[in-house]
């Protein structure tokens, strides 16, 4: 079934994540904690708002990562940014002290992508090898997209 435009585009940044990753899950809620704006969206990878980025993007089908998808600029433009590119867009949104993350930037960024997929690919084995259900407070359940 698509989904009418509206449902799949977001007027803020969204983190696309693995909905079925207990560390991706462990993630979003370090953020949640931290996001002080909370204007920040979450969705699962597979979910239609995910899907329907990656439709818009198919040079993301198969990216092991988590995307940060900013919305539309004037121009009609979305950016997506996956691997260390999606951690430091997180840090600089989270702002203060957390900016300081972007300093890696003067890492090349197939060093910064090769520990980052180094990571996603233990990801699971980080978590205890067991899923875990991110189960948002009432207050934030609106922030997450399906």
């Not at 969705?43 to 995307?67: K, M």
Request: aromatic share 8%.
């Amino acid at each position: 079934m698509k989904l009418p435009p509206a449902m799949t585009t977001a007027p803020a940044p969204v983190l696309l994540y693995d909905g079925t990753c207990g560390f991706c899950a462990r993630s979003v809620q370090f953020v949640l904690e931290r996001d002080r704006k909370r204007t920040l969206r979450f969705a699962a990878l597979d979910s239609a708002f995910g899907r329907a980025v990656i439709d818009r993007h198919p040079e993301l089908r198969g990216i092991d990562s988590v995307l940060y998808v900013e919305p539309s600029d004037p121009n009609g433009d979305e950016r997506v940014f996956a691997y260390s590119a999606a951690a430091t867009r997180v840090a600089s949104y989270l702002g203060g002290g957390w900016r300081l993350f972007q300093l890696i930037g003067i890492v090349p960024a197939a060093i910064r992508d090769a520990v980052y997929r180094l990571i996603a690919r233990h990801r699971h084995m980080l978590s205890g090898n067991r899923p875990q259900c991110l189960i948002p407070s009432p207050q934030d359940r609106a922030r997450f997209l399906e």
